[in-house]
């Protein structure tokens, strides 16, 4: 079992920049392949980006390449989601999900954990 938490979200303006950064617990997370999912009001959950166990490789949605970053400290126990210019497009509820190496795909189905979420909103 794995129990994560994310922690970073807020409210800022089209442009700035978070840090998002989720925690995890209950077993070493260097098993398990990461991602971010996002949801906004009204739309179904979406893939956003996702690394490998090792944080060689990694994976974006075309929306956010370019502009967000994952990486991973497997010693902390910790994925990071750095977004930089966001747009009043970026405001959801972002999740941390993970799953066994073998189980990666880029839709929500493929994860077994999540976290709780934290609300972004970006302003225009």
């Known amino acids: 079992q794995v129990q994560l938490v994310e922690s970073g979200g807020g409210l800022v303006q089209t442009g700035d920049s978070l840090r998002l950064s989720c925690g995890a617990s209950?077993?070493?997370?260097?098993?398990?392949?990461m991602a971010w999912f996002r949801q906004a009001p009204g739309k179904e959950r979406e893939f956003v980006a996702g690394v490998s166990w090792s944080g060689g490789s990694t994976d974006y949605a075309n929306s956010v390449k370019g502009r967000f970053t994952i990486d991973r400290d497997n010693a902390k126990s910790t994925v990071y989601l750095q977004m930089n210019s966001l747009t009043p497009e970026d405001t959801a509820v972002y999740y941390c999900?993970?799953?066994?190496?073998?189980?990666?795909?880029?839709?929500?189905?493929?994860?077994?954990?999540w976290g709780q979420g934290t609300q972004v909103t970006v302003s225009s």
């Open positions: 209950g077993r070493t997370l260097n098993r398990y392949a």
């Open positions: 999900a993970a799953t066994p190496v073998s189980s990666y795909g880029i839709v929500p189905r493929r994860f077994l954990y």
